[in-house]
């Protein structure tokens, strides 16, 4: 999510400042918790990389199927990779397998991968009902922020749920991960989700965007645990972008006040990528975040 993606940082900077202003203000003792406030910063970093990392195999898991058009085999690839194969299951699901391969390699969206993602699908991503499970097999992936390679595991189920109630031009699609991991520098960060996501579809995939509310849960490689909610104003994320755009985000990082995320924030309405939000912490006047 973009969220989280060139936001992370200044936003935990930002964030640190705020509260030791606040506690040079008021002065308040140093707290007894075992978790300090670094940790719980630690952990908002690590939630805002892991979440875009699910985000992304979302994304080019429904292109893979929809490539395939679910024939019986089919392989393609630049230079061998990937190789992508589909077989028909006997009961009515098709297995699509995509090998990256044993090197990272540049996809589409500007994402490098290596290893084997394979999806148990019962249609293509873009036909109402359809259901992908999504399994991971020594499967790595790398953004372009941090510079750091991600080991994935977990499952990651995605329905295919329909035309939007308030706009049938739009589509749904629940996702959920259960038991989602991210390994990174021998760090394990524990990663859950139920969200929805509506998409916007353009004939140019960078001009997708993507409308998402929910939950996020999770554990930092510190034990500290997390919970993200979009639930009133839906986050929308912009493909090409790779943050979001709108929508608000609530958060709640043990160690810290609950607080907000505006990403409606702009100074400049002309900007397709706006890299500004706004932070909303108790007891803080807003500061704006650059990205």
Known sequence: ?????????????????????????????KPTDPVTTEKAFTALKEFAETGNQFTATMSESGGIVDNTGLEPTRLYGTRSFPIVSCEAQGDGTWLVTCNYGPTLILCDDGY??????NILTTGLFITTGTVMTVTFDNFYQKGDWPALEYK?????????????????????????????TITYNTKEVHYSETT???????????QNNWYITGEWNGVSS???????KADQTPLR????????????????????????IDYGYTEDESDECDRKARLYYPGISPIVIDM
Not at 112 to 117: A, P, T, Y
Not at 152 to 175: E, K, L, R, S
Not at 241 to 248: A, E
């Open 152 to 180: 994935i595991d977990g499952t990651q189920i995605i329905t295919n749920a329909g035309a939007n109630t308030n706009d049938p031009g739009m589509t749904d699609y629940t996702v959920e991960v259960v038991d989602g």
């Open 237 to 260: 994320y912009r493909v090409c972008c790779h943050f979001f755009q709108d929508g608000i985000l609530k958060i709640d990082v043990e160690g810290l006040s609950p607080f907000l």
């Open 112 to 117: 490098l991968r290596r290893g084997v993602v």
């Open 196 to 206: 929805t996501r509506t998409l916007a579809s353009s004939v140019e995939l960078c």
């Open 1 to 29: 999510m973009k969220v989280f993606k060139k936001s992370s940082l200044l936003l935990l900077v930002g964030l640190a400042t705020l509260v030791a202003c606040n506690k040079d203000t008021k002065d308040d003792p």
């Open 222 to 228: 510190d034990n500290v645990p997390y919970t993200l």
